[in-house]
């Protein structure tokens, strides 16, 4: 049985190989020359591949046609390759060490064979894009914020709506899903808690922030109490499909760009439904297919942006799965916007490349460009990928 799933480092095997990988971590790469610096950066590409192979575990993709054929570690090489022409011979060592942890991590798709996942390892999963998540306290430092300072939440708006086109989306989910005063909902994937703040704050309603990653937790709840609004927003951490939730507990569901990365949505649907009271709404925006696969450039960007999933669903893929969990289902495709939005966020970005560096350093501003780019690519060159706003009612 082929699904989605990743590789952390102690599900391989570390008596040799890969400690070889580990060990680039502690200096041993410190005295070479630029020629060799590519040559062990390739050397261990293949040993990291060597060593999943041996582990059991057996990298995939999904072909042109939808079947799940064998894949190398190298055929995403040059998505995380480093700069070898870079004249920072400190900064390009550093690249080296970057790339090779990051492929030790989440970013390929995976059939498992005979290894079994741990609920920590699974935490790793979104490690490429929040791996950024200290950001919101440089930003917040240069609008003049100190440590622990009360902050303003019209301020801090501008800096924490992680997902696509800001506060729009959460003010459409207000609007449509009539979200009234002193209700109750349920934020699936809350990040570092923009949208479940703002909401509580437009609408004056009671949000329960959920969120899998510990540090996007911890840096919420800190926002939210430096915002004096513990009183309307909860935060909770873990994962969303085994979390108890109680029984029709909720009046509404909100998420924004999150579902995508829950393995069992159908799963997902089902849970969110029984937490659910009587004719409770959910509300989310998502990316979704828009074509079949056409090329292996396509796929590898696909991939890439996906890290570690093998498949994005499309608009009739989600509402077939939300009316299997036993919701009335109205969908709107968005991806005009998606389209504008990865095009300009990108363009901003490579004008603004220069302060980026100054505030996040250079390092960090590139691996967000190759993601932003990635996206780009997906929603405009290739069309491959857009959005899909969904408005669910419980039958």
Sequence with gaps: MCFPAFVPLGLL??????????????GSILGTTRLRLRRKFIEYLRILDDAIARSGLHTTRLDTTGTAVPDRVHVFAPLLQPDFSSPDKKNLKMQVVRSLARLTRPILTFQRTKATISNEDHKLRQFIIYDHVERIYTDLKELGY????????ADLITLDQWHYNGTEPVDAAIK????????RVLDVGSGIGGPSRYLAHKAKCHVTASELLPDNHRVGKDLTSRCGMTGSVKHMCGDITTTKLGKEEFDHVVSFQAVYYVEDKLRLFRHLSNSLKPGGTIYFEEFCRLKDIKNSEEQAALDFFLLCLNTLPTHRDYKTMLEKAGFDVTVQDISD???????????????????????YGEDMVNSWLKLYVTARNLCNEFGLMGGGRFVARKA
């Design 13 to 26: 095997p570390l008596t040799s190989p890969l400690k070889r990988i580990l060990s680039l971590v502690s």
């Design 146 to 153: 100190r440590d622990n300072d009360p902050l303003k939440l």
């Design 176 to 183: 449509l899903l009539g979200i009234r005063e002193g209700a």
């Design 337 to 359: 916007s998606y389209r504008e939005f990865t095009h300009q966020r990108w363009k901003k970005w490579v004008e603004q490349r220069d302060r980026s560096v100054r505030l």
